[in-house]
Structures are given as C-alpha cells and as structure tokens.
C-alpha cells in the first residue's frame, strides 16, 4: 500500500520493486477502478445524452446518414443506466488493454537492445507510471465538475485544460491539426518521462536511451492518432 503514496515523491523504490517481483496487478487494478469510476461520475454529471447530442453536432457527417427520429432514439438510449454502466465498465477495461499493449511493445522494443524484461516488469513498469497521472486527473476532473455552475455544458474531451487542444475552437481546427495539438499534453508528458524513469531502473538501461525510446513510440502513436482524425473526422 506504501507504494501508492511513494510512487509520487519517490518512484525509484518502487520500480525498485517491479524488477525484484515483477508486481503489476495492484496499479492495473486501481487505474482500471479509478478510470471506470470517473467516467461513470463525468457521465452522470454532464449527462450521456448531452454528450451524445454534442457527438453528433461535432461530426455532422455522421449525425447526417441517420433519420432524425433514430437519431433522438440513440440519443435518448445512450443515458439509459445499462449504457452509462456498460460505457464506465469498457472504458476500465479499455485502460488495462492499452497498459497490456504499451507493455509488449516495449518488452519487445528493449529486447532488440539486448534486454530481456519479463512481461510483468513492464506491466508493472507501465501501470506504476500511469498510476499518479490518473489519480492527479480523476481529482482535477472532479473538481472542476463540482465547481462548476453548468456542467452540462462542459465537454468532457476539453474538461482538463491541460493541452493545447482545450484553447483551439474544435470546429474551426483541422482534425488533425486539433488531435495534434490535444497529444501535447502535461501529463502524458510527465507519464513520458516518469514511464522513461521506470523502464531505466527495471530494465538497467541509461536514462537517455529509455526517454529516446518513449518518445519515438509516443511519437507514432500521435501521428497514427492525427492520422485516424483526419480520415474519419473523429
């Protein structure tokens, strides 16, 4: 349990930990929770069926291939109690795939350098690193929803003005250019550089090589995520 509070003034002890156990269930378990739990919160508080009406007038390309009547259909069944628990669940379970993914990817990428870390050690390493990250948004979204006079009218996808994307107007923005600019984030760039830290004590490797080898991959992914933007308008 000391590790949830260590991991956020004294990481090195617990990546420390990660490369003697391979511990990874505990921090996979509490991102999964946490996330589940803050969309179910951010969902009830704003309403999924202003969130899905909001879709819809973002991306009228979509809105337009579907009659008006179905459309008030699936707006009106998207705040059901089913979908917001459906929705909160694979949101959860969505965050430990990702973990999953991201850890393979660099037990594979540090293998061709000559290290072989144990799918563990990079689960381990990937969710401790994401752990704080999580819980410093969980507590800012909910504050902000707390605060706030409307919530209604807040869209989640700006709710944390923690990017360059929350100060451009979505509508007038090229899609890729506005998902190019939401990928420059704070906090995913301190989850780039504690991730770096982590994969530098578990896996022996400089520092340098570790935070080179984040930032390409982080790198590929904004481009593929730019990409996907610009071909679906999404």
């Known amino acids: ?23 990874w ?10 996330t589940m739990l803050f969309g179910f919160y951010v969902s ?9 009406r909001r879709f819809f007038d973002e991306h009228p390309s979509i809105s337009n291939q579907m009659p008006a009547d ?15 628990l459906m929705g909160s669940f694979f949101g959860g379970v969505g965050v430990a795939v990702v973990t999953l993914i991201v850890a393979s990817i660099l037990m594979m990428m540090l293998a061709i350098m000559d290290r072989k870390p144990q799918l563990t ?37 700006t709710l944390l003005a923690t990017n360059v994307g929350a100060f451009l107007e979505k509508n007038s923005t ?15 760039i301190g989850k780039v550089f504690l991730l770096s830290f982590g994969i530098s004590k578990v896996s ?23 990409g996907f933007a610009a071909a679906t308008g999404i």
Do not use: H
């Not at 069944?77 to 917001?84: E, K, T």
């Not at 504050?143 to 209604?152: E, G, Q």
């Open 174 to 188: 090229g899609a890729f250019v506005y998902s190019l600019a939401s990928s420059f984030d704070l906090l995913a």
């Open 25 to 34: 269930v505990a921090p996979l378990v509490a991102i999964a929770l946490m």
């Open 1 to 23: 349990m000391a590790s949830f509070l260590q991991i956020f003034y004294d990481p090195a002890p617990v990546f420390a930990q990660v490369r003697e156990r391979g511990s």
């Open 204 to 226: 022996g490797i400089a520092f340098a090589r570790a935070l080179t080898l984040v930032i390409g991959l982080w790198l590929v992914w904004v481009l593929l995520r730019g």
């Open 121 to 157: 050690q990079m689960l381990g390493t990937v969710g401790w690193s994401m752990f704080p990250f999580t819980v410093i948004s969980c507590i800012m979204g909910v504050l902000i929803l707390a605060l706030s006079k409307d919530p209604t009218e807040l869209d989640p996808q």
């Open 44 to 52: 009830r508080t704003i309403g999924m069926e202003n969130m899905t």
């Open 70 to 84: 179905k459309k008030e259909e699936a707006i009106r069944q998207s705040g059901s109690p089913a979908r917001l």
